[in-house]
């Protein structure tokens, strides 16, 4: 239960994110600002973010071991 008590310190700027993604529409794969947003909260969380195209970014994070996790 750790994990869950963890998680749910985050939970009212997780709300928030998703208010103020709502807030803003974006239509199918026109989404600039909602992946510009994605993007800097993936840098918060200390994960490379790169921008796969228009639409799409991933994080990448190291977790000190070899492999990947996906």
């Known amino acids: 239960m750790a994990i869950l008590n963890s998680v749910a310190e985050f939970l009212p700027e997780i709300v928030a994110w998703r ?18 947003f994605v993007a800097e909260r993936l840098r918060e ?12 970014d991933a994080g990448f994070a190291d977790a000190g071991r070899d492999g990947v996790a996906a």
């Open 19 to 36: 208010r103020d993604i709502h807030a803003h529409p974006e239509l199918g794969f026109d989404i600039p600002r909602t992946s510009a």
């Open 45 to 56: 969380f200390g994960c490379d973010a790169v921008a796969l195209d228009d639409a799409n």
